[in-house]
């Protein structure tokens, strides 16, 4: 089983939807969850942390389970810039990052 | 302003050929790390480095090497003991105490072999 797992994507939708993407981490002992935005041949870059409260950034919003051990980000009225994919990474106690495969989105107009 | 720099962006390596990436930051960051991403799969750690004059292997360490000599500078080479290097290569910087903005990547190299 994948440390982090998350939807195999992709995802196509128009302008204006919403999209909710999911994502599972194994390790019960994992301290420090995030997403990250990743744009095509680029660097990852910090999206958002991820807080058991629920967190939410103007159209984003994310979520942690920890009983679960699930973690979601929710984008609403999507936007054509938000095409890219969205990683889920998650910090374990010996002070790694663990990526998922990432989810792709692709948004049209 | 700061950040972390790597060069080259595109680096093509000939097979039997050690070639090295490089890493500099100048954000005062303690821990260094350096990943690799395949299409289609996740980063994965190859080594990191939390403090100058050591580091650690990461999942995948066979075939690279490194060395932190200085706080500033994690280079990262990629020997020919390593049968499949084509990928983009990714290094990145935490400040410890920071959470959770410490993390911060360079633009990447790929690394291509011809």
């Known amino acids: 089983r994948k440390e982090v797992e998350q939807d195999p994507g992709p995802f196509n939708v128009p302008e204006g939807a919403t999209v909710a993407f999911n994502c599972t981490y194994s390790n019960s002992a994992s301290q420090s969850f995030f997403w990250y935005r990743q744009d095509c041949r680029k660097e990852p870059k910090l999206l958002m942390s991820?807080?058991?409260s629920g967190n939410e950034d103007g159209r984003f919003t994310a979520q942690l389970n920890r009983a679960s051990q699930y973690i979601s980000l929710l984008i609403r009225d999507s936007k054509l810039s938000d095409s890219a994919t969205y990683l889920c990474v998650v910090k374990d106690g010996t002070d790694k990052l663990i990526f998922g495969t990432g989810t792709r989105l692709q948004v049209f107009p | 302003d700061g950040g972390i720099t790597q060069s080259p962006k595109y680096l093509f390596r000939k097979e039997g050929q050690n070639v090295t990436l490089s890493c500099e930051q100048n954000?005062?960051?303690?821990?260094m790390y350096w990943y690799r991403q395949d299409p289609g799969q996740g980063l994965r750690l190859i080594y990191y480095s939390q403090i100058v004059n050591d580091f650690q292997k990461g999942d995948i360490a066979e075939g690279y090497s490194v060395s932190r000599e200085k706080k500033e500078s994690f280079p990262l080479t990629v020997t020919s003991a390593q049968k499949n290097p084509t990928a983009f290569y990714l290094c990145?910087?935490?400040?410890?105490?920071?959470?959770?903005?410490?993390?911060?990547f360079g633009s990447g190299t790929r690394l291509t072999v011809v």
């Open positions: 990145a910087s935490r400040l410890p105490g920071q959470e959770p903005y410490g993390y911060t």
């Open positions: 991820v807080y058991s």
């Open positions: 954000l005062n960051h303690d821990a």
